[in-house]
């Protein structure tokens, strides 16, 4: 089956740095959603995001189907986008998604 | 803005014990998705549902799980005799479309959080 693989797993960052987390799938995919994490558990979505660019605020993501990898850019961040970050993908002919493992994201005051 | 609703919050049950968890999809979605969650690991898909009968199911959805929409409004997830493997976060997810229909995207609940004792 696909596999997805998100890079770094794990992420320190001082309040009001930029970063990009990393999302890599093995297959073609006609769906891909971000999730934020929170403390308390509950799955934030963030972007829909099968193809293209979108922005929403200090968050922008780029989804690259032909080159089978997605991109998250977390730009001023701070202490509330502490959690962990998953990308999830649908493979073609499929309705299940496939999450994967995660990047922990710690941002300090 | 339209939400999935989950309930319990947690559920605290005695291994061997049956359990349902219950969700409420978005009214106009077709779509229907059980999730779960072991602590500290990735999010595994259980089972998707259209139509009123199974679409896909992972390996892990044995005969230890069933999934119903018994009136239209409610999607439930059933596990029978329960065991302390079963503890973990399940999530309920809905989508307007999906596979051959056309993909939308999937809208999560909050969660459950099963605690098998």
């Known amino acids: 089956g696909i596999q997805v693989e998100q890079s770094p797993p794990d992420l320190i960052l001082q309040e009001g740095a930029n970063s990009t987390l990393r999302c890599n799938f093995s297959d073609s995919v006609n769906n891909l959603q971000w999730f934020h994490q929170n403390p308390w558990g509950q799955l934030i979505n963030l972007f829909y995001i099968p193809s293209g660019t979108k922005q929403n605020g200090r968050l922008s993501a780029t989804t690259v189907a032909t080159e089978r990898y997605s991109l998250l850019y977390i730009s001023s961040s701070q202490t509330t986008d502490s959690g962990v970050y998953f990308c999830a993908v649908v493979a073609s002919g499929t309705y299940k998604y496939i999450f994967g493992t995660g990047t922990r994201l710690k941002v300090l005051a | ?117």
């Open chain 2, 1 to 117: 803005e339209p939400e999935v609703t989950q309930t319990p919050s947690h559920q605290v049950t005695q291994m061997g014990q049956e359990v349902i968890l219950r969700c409420v999809p978005i009214s106009n979605h077709l779509y229907f998705y059980w999730y779960r969650q072991i602590l500290g690991q990735k999010v595994e898909f259980l089972v998707s549902f259209y139509n009123n009968e199974i679409s896909e199911k992972s390996e892990i959805f044995d005969d230890q799980f069933s999934v119903e929409r018994p009136d239209g409004s409610n999607f439930t997830l059933k596990i029978r005799s329960t065991k302390l493997e079963d503890s973990a976060m399940y999530f309920c997810a809905s989508s307007e479309g999906a596979g051959p229909s056309g993909n939308q995207p999937q809208h999560f609940g909050d969660g459950t959080r099963l605690s098998i004792l």
